[in-house]
C-alpha cells in the first residue's frame, strides 16, 4: 500500500454543494447554482406570458448570462496575471461569482476588480458596431427597449451597459467597493480601507433594500443582492481583522499540542469512544512509524458506525490526503484554507511527523487573543 501525502498549503477543490459542474473556460469550472434552473423556468414563463415565447425567454436569459461568465473571466484573466488563481466561477440568479484563490491588496485588487465591467464595456462596444453595420432599426422609446420588444442585440447591448455601470456602484464586496478599497489601501492602509468600504457597501445595501421594499413594485432581484451585499461586507471585514490580528505569525502559533490520535488498524468503536471522551471532532491517523496516514472526519466516523458498524477499521473510512501545512507557513495563508474548508481541521506536518493541528475555533481563539494584546499595547 502506497502512503498518502497530505496536501500541502493548498487550496481544497470546491465541493460544488448546491451547484453542478456544466463545463470549464480558460481552465476555470463553471458551475450553476440549481436556483439557476428556477429562474430560467420563470423567465421564459413570463416571457411566454407577453406573447415572446417560452424559448425566445430562455434563450435571452442564456445570452444574457453569457456575458456574466465573460464578466468574470475577466476577473479571472486578471488574477491570473497576478499569480492568484480562481477556483471557479459559479452563477446564480442574482449574477456570478468567481471564487478567487486569494484577494490580493492595492494595485492588483483594483486592476482585478475593474477587469470585469471592462469586459462588458467591451462587448457593448463590440455589440454596438454590430448593430452600426448590420443598420439595425433603433428601439423607438425606452417601453419598447426594456418591455422586450426591441431587437435581442439591443437588449444585450443594454444589458452589458447595465453591468457594467451597476457592478461599479461602491457596495463593497461588489467590484465597486472593491475598487473603493483599493483606491483608499493607496493611502489610509488596507485595514482602515476595508472597513470604510465595508461601511459604505452596508449602507449602499440598505439602500438597495428601501428601493426594493418601496412599492410599487417589490423587486426581489434587488433585495436578494441588498442582502449579499450586507452579509459579505460584514464577512470581508472580519477577514481582514482576522488577517490583521496573525500578521508575521506561523503556523506554530496556533496549532493545538494535545490531541488524541488514531491507528489505521483501530477500529470505529475506539474512535467513538475518543469522540465521546474528547472535545475532538476529527482524529488524525497516525502509521507505526509516527507518520501522517490520514484523519478520519466526524461525519466520516458516524457514517460509518450507522453502515458499518463498530468493529469496522479507520483505515477504510479516513480521508488520506488530509489538508496539512508546515510550521512556518505564515497563518494569512492558514486562514484563507480555513475559510475555504471551515469545518475540517488542518494538520502541521513537520517531516512527515505530525506536529500539531488548527481547527477554526482555535484559530478563532488566537485571532481574539492577539487583538486583545494589540489593543492593550498599541505599538506592537
Sequence with gaps: MSEPTPRRAKA?????????????????????????????????????????GFLGGVVFLLLL??????????????????????????????????????????????????????????????????????QVRAPGSAEELFGGGAPVVWQLLMANLI???????????????RVLRATLSLFLGEDRATDIAATVGQGMAILFAVLALFPPPVK?????????????????????????????????????????????????????????????????????WGRVAGLLHRSALLAGLAGEGRDHPVLELMDREPLAVAPGTSLEEVLRLLQARPLGPILV??????????????????IEVSRRLRQGNPAT
Design 349 to 366: 506536518v513537520d517531516d512527515g511527523r505530525l506536529a500539531g493541528m488548527i481547527t477554526f475555533e482555535n484559530f478563532g481563539e488566537l
Design 163 to 177: 453591468l457594467a455601470f451597476f457592478n461599479l456602484i461602491p457596495a463593497f464586496p461588489m467590484d465597486g467597493g
Design 65 to 134: 448570462f453569457g456575458c456574466v461568465v465573460l464578466h468574470e473571466l475577466g476577473h479571472a484573466t486578471m488574477a491570473r496575471a497576478f499569480d492568484v488563481e480562481t477556483r471557479e466561477i459559479v452563477l446564480y440568479p442574482i449574477g456570478g461569482v468567481a471564487r478567487l484563490d486569494r484577494i490580493p491588496s492595492g494595485k492588483a485588487e483594483l486592476l482585478i476588480a475593474l477587469a470585469g465591467p471592462a469586459v462588458n464595456l467591451v462587448l457593448a462596444g463590440a455589440l454596438f458596431l454590430y448593430l452600426i453595420f448590420r
Design 12 to 52: 481544497p477543490p470546491p465541493t460544488g454543494g448546491w451547484s453542478v459542474r456544466v463545463g470549464s473556460a480558460l481552465g476555470v469550472p463553471i458551475r450553476i447554482h440549481f436556483t439557476f434552473v428556477l429562474l430560467l423556468l420563470w423567465f421564459g414563463a413570463v416571457s411566454a406570458s407577453q406573447g415572446e
Design 220 to 288: 426581489p432581484v434587488l433585495l436578494l443582492i441588498a442582502i449579499f451585499v450586507f452579509l459579505g461586507a460584514g464577512q470581508e471585514a472580519a477577514f481582514q481583522r482576522g488577517r490583521s490580528a496573525v500578521r508575521g505569525l506561523t503556523a506554530a502559533a496556533a496549532m493545538v499540542t494535545r490531541f488524541e490520535t488514531l491507528r489505521p488498524d483501530d477500529s470505529l468503536g475506539r474512535a467513538a469512544e475518543l469522540l465521546l471522551s474528547t472535545h475532538q471532532h476529527d482524529f488524525p491517523v497516525l502509521d507505526a
